[in-house]
């Protein structure tokens, strides 16, 4: 949960709120697209006929980078891995999470594109900024 003074991004906050929760939910139009919230249109066709949808509990690895050398405000958290994992129709950013090696590096044995995750919300290393992590099934 988020502290007291914090100023929150209504939209954003929310849809993280809601996943931490385990009651993530995209957009979907008729045409089966789907886009996260907050919109009031669908990105891909216009339609502003939108349902909020349950956010699958199973999203795939789609794509993602080891990152050894990070800007100075990540720079406790290094090495980390910045993944993309598709949920259904969308595509979620956020951190792989439970695949480090034991002795300070990534263990890259443990996951590949195709790789099944978990979605989840954590508290981001050295801010402690909440962000999206994944972690493989």
């Known amino acids: 949960m988020s502290h ?3 100023v929150r991004d209504a939209g954003y906050d929310e849809w993280l709120d809601a996943v931490a929760a385990g009651e993530g939910t995209y957009l979907a139009c008729p045409e089966g697209h789907g886009s996260l919230p ?3 249109t669908c990105p891909r066709c216009g339609s502003t006929d939108l349902a909020e949808t349950p956010l699958p509990e199973r999203g ?3 794509t993602y980078t080891v990152v050894h050398v990070p800007g100075p405000r ?5 090495p980390y891995v910045t993944a993309i994992a598709s949920f259904g ?3 979620v950013t956020g951190v792989l999470r439970g695949v480090a090696d034991g002795d300070g590096g990534i263990d890259d044995d443990r996951f590949e ?3 099944a995750v978990e979605i989840d919300v954590e508290d981001r290393g050295a801010d402690r900024e909440r962000a999206v992590a994944f972690r493989p099934v």
């Open 38 to 40: 907050p919109r009031r």
């Open 74 to 78: 990540f720079a406790e958290d290094a």
């Open 113 to 115: 594109v195709g790789t």
């Open 89 to 91: 129709p969308v595509r």
């Open 4 to 6: 007291p003074d914090e």
């Open 60 to 62: 795939e690895l789609s």
